[in-house]
């Protein structure tokens, strides 16, 4: 099963993502891919190898290119739902009753 993760590759990038590793740990999955960006103000997000045709939108690279593996803030995890997600949640709706 895969989890949302921030993966760090050799080269650079930064990756909030739906992370796996292949039974053997050779090779990692990186599944719904978003760069996280630095801009002036916070962070943004393209999307990882939105130029390829990947199947399933997974890619995977030898876990020898993988420098950490980190669990993401909540926010950035609802994020990348929100993101990949078919199914569109409305905001908790708070109701004040008198």
């Given amino acids: 099963m895969s989890e949302v993760k ?5 080269t650079g990038e930064e990756i909030l993502c ?8 050779k090779m990692t999955h990186i599944k719904n891919g978003l760069m996280i ?3 002036e103000q916070s ?15 997974t890619f995977s690279v030898k876990s020898s290119h993988v420098l950490w ?3 993401p803030v909540s926010d ?7 993101t990949f997600s078919p199914i569109v949640t409305p ?8």
């Fill in 43 to 57: 962070i943004g997000f393209i999307p990882f190898m939105v130029y390829a045709d990947l199947p399933d939108n």
């Fill in 37 to 39: 960006v630095p801009t």
């Fill in 76 to 82: 950035l995890v609802d994020r990348h739902q929100e």
């Fill in 91 to 98: 905001p908790e709706s708070k109701i004040i009753v008198p």
């Fill in 18 to 25: 739906e992370y796996s590793v292949s039974e053997h740990r």
């Fill in 6 to 10: 921030i993966v760090r590759l050799k």
């Fill in 69 to 71: 593996v980190v669990d």
